[in-house]
T-cell receptor, first 110, second 114 residues
Framework: GDSVTQMEGPVTLSEEAFLTINCTYTATGYPSLFWYVQYPGEGLQLLLKATKADDKGSNKGFEATYRKETTSFHLEKGSVQVSDSAVYFCALLNAGKSTFGDGTTLTVKP | DGGITQSPKYLFRKEGQNVTLSCEQNLNHDAMYWYRQDPGQGLRLIYYSQIVNDFQKGDIAEGYSVSREKKESFPLTVTSAQKNPTAFYLC?????????????FGPGTRLTVL
């Protein structure tokens, strides 16, 4: 079946540092890929998405590019803020069924 | 305001009791989902429904049941057969189940079995 693998956390960065959270996937067909963010005690919110190969999703300074050749969808941000501290989930949607990674906890220190 | 609501936010249950978690959406979405989240882990799919009066088992359906009698409602029953029900439960919906449509999540229900 489909699977999503995220880099293990937790990740701790200083404010204004560069962020990369790796995500790779295994799926048949042509899945859509997503990054969601979860703040403590809340549900998930969509951060960005890409629906086909070479698409780049972007939002709030975060970016991720759908790389079919490496089956990856790494999340990047050039300069993180304290308010970016949260848990980030990589996910795919394939034939109506969604699969999520285990999440990566990001803590940004001032 | 459009969105997804889940109730209650916190729920306590004695062992051996069934309990039903509510999920309602007013987004006119066709697809709805239930996930379980355990501490430090990702989301695991329990059940999903692509259309009214139809639903499919996800990866961990044992000990759970659902119904989809109305488009806006997708209640989840945690039965006494579920061996370890204490978890955070998230409901989500999307316009349709395919085509790159993102899911919108409710705020979650934290279930604790005493």
């Amino acid at each position: 079946g489909d699977s999503v693998t995220q880099m293990e956390g937790p990740v701790t960065l200083s404010e204004e540092a560069f962020l990369t959270i790796n995500c790779t996937y295994t799926a048949t067909g042509y899945p859509s890929l997503f990054w969601y963010v979860q703040y403590p005690g809340e549900g998930l919110q969509l951060l960005l998405k890409a629906t086909k190969a070479d698409d780049k999703g972007s939002n709030k300074g975060f970016e991720a590019t759908y790389r079919k050749e490496t089956t990856s969808f790494h999340l990047e941000k050039g300069s993180v803020q304290v308010s970016d501290s949260a848990v980030y989930f990589c996910a795919l949607l394939n034939a109506g069924k969604s699969t999520f990674g285990d999440g990566t906890t990001l803590t940004v220190k001032p | 305001d459009g969105g997804i609501t889940q109730s209650p936010k916190y729920l306590f249950r004695k062992e051996g009791q069934n309990v039903t978690l509510s999920c309602e959406q007013n987004l006119n979405h066709d697809a709805m989902y239930w996930y379980r989240q355990d501490p430090g882990q990702g989301l695991r799919l329990i059940y999903y429904s692509q259309i009214v009066n139809d639903f499919q088992k996800g990866d961990i359906a044992e000990g759970y049941s659902v119904s989809r009698e109305k488009k806006e409602s997708f209640p989840l029953t945690v039965t006494s057969a579920q061996k370890n029900p204490t978890a955070f439960y998230l409901c989500a919906s999307s316009i349709a189940s395919g085509g790159g449509n993102e899911q919108f999540f409710g705020p979650g229900t934290r279930l604790t079995v005493l």
